[in-house]
C-alpha cells in the first residue's frame, strides 16, 4: 500500500508562481512513478506532469516549459508552476502507480489507470 498526501494549493495572481508538493509513504514508494493531474471544474480530469524513477519527466503540452515535476532525497515529489495563467486553475492531484516504474513511457504515466493511489486534492486558483 501507497499513500500520497499534496499541499501548497493557493491563490495566485496571472504570471505568478506556486510550487505543489507531494509526500508519499508505505510500501516502496520511492520506486514507484509519480504523476500530477489536475481536474477543472465541469471538465475531466487530466494529465499534467509524471516522472519515471530514474528521473525521466513527461509534461503535457498545455504546460510544457512552465511547469517542472522534481523529487528531492527524501522522496518527496514536487510540482513547480511557473508563468499561471486563469486556465490553470483546477484541483491538482497526486498519484503513484500500482507498479514500480523505473522506466516508463508517456502513454503510461499519462493514463489515470497506471495509478493506485491518489491524494486528496489541492486547490489551485489563478486570477486574471
Known amino acids: 500500500q501507497v499513500q500520497v498526501a499534496e499541499s501548497g494549493g493557493g491563490l495566485v495572481q496571472a504570471g505568478g508562481s506556486l510550487r505543489l508538493s507531494c509526500v508519499v509513504s508505505?510500501?516502496?514508494?520511492?520506486?514507484?512513478?509519480m504523476g500530477w493531474f489536475r481536474q477543472a471544474p465541469g471538465k475531466e480530469r487530466e494529465f499534467v506532469a509524471g516522472?519515471?524513477?530514474?528521473?525521466?519527466q513527461y509534461y503535457a503540452d498545455s504546460v510544457k516549459g512552465r511547469f517542472t515535476i522534481s523529487r528531492d532525497s527524501a522522496g518527496t515529489v514536487s510540482l513547480q508552476m511557473n508563468s499561471l495563467k486563469p486556465d490553470d486553475t483546477a484541483v491538482y492531484y497526486c498519484a503513484a502507480t500500482h507498479r514500480i516504474a523505473y522506466f516508463a513511457s508517456f502513454d503510461y504515466l499519462a493514463d489515470q489507470k497506471s495509478y493506485s493511489a491518489w491524494g486528496q486534492g489541492t486547490q489551485v486558483t489563478v486570477s486574471s
Open positions: 516522472m519515471e524513477r530514474s528521473g525521466g
Open positions: 508505505g510500501r516502496t514508494p520511492r520506486d514507484r512513478a
